[in-house]
């Protein structure tokens, strides 16, 4: 009875964290590929550093945040995170 109640508390959390790991997933790849072009163009290693600092810390704050829901939870996230780099990686492999 206790488990059933916990994951039907947990079910519509499910849903919003994998739309927020899609959406964390999505900046995370933006602010990647933003990174990298201040570093090839300015040669400004120091941006690009502070860059992959902000964007690193960031994914572990949302991914923390997720593993208090849950395992299914941080699933879930992972999940749409692991979309958005699908998506990232398609939308690089048309520009090569």
């Known amino acids: 009875m206790i488990a059933h109640d ?9 849903l919003l964290l994998a ?3 899609l959406a964390l997933g999505v900046v995370y790849f933006a602010s990647m590929r933003r990174g990298v072009q ?5 040669q400004a290693w120091l941006s690009y550093l502070a860059w992959a600092f902000v964007r690193i810390a960031a994914t572990a704050l949302c991914f923390t945040f997720a593993v208090h ?4 939870a941080l699933l879930a ?6 979309v958005a780099r699908t998506l990232a ?3 690089a492999r048309r520009l090569a």
Not at 6 to 14: F, H, K, S
Not at 69 to 72: D, F, N, V
Not at 77 to 82: E, Q, S
């Open 77 to 82: 996230a992972f999940a749409g995170f692991l």
């Open 69 to 72: 829901w849950g395992l299914s």
């Open 19 to 21: 739309v927020a790991g």
């Open 89 to 91: 990686l398609r939308g």
């Open 38 to 42: 201040l570093s090839i163009a300015r």
């Open 6 to 14: 916990v994951v039907a508390g947990v079910r519509p959390a499910i």
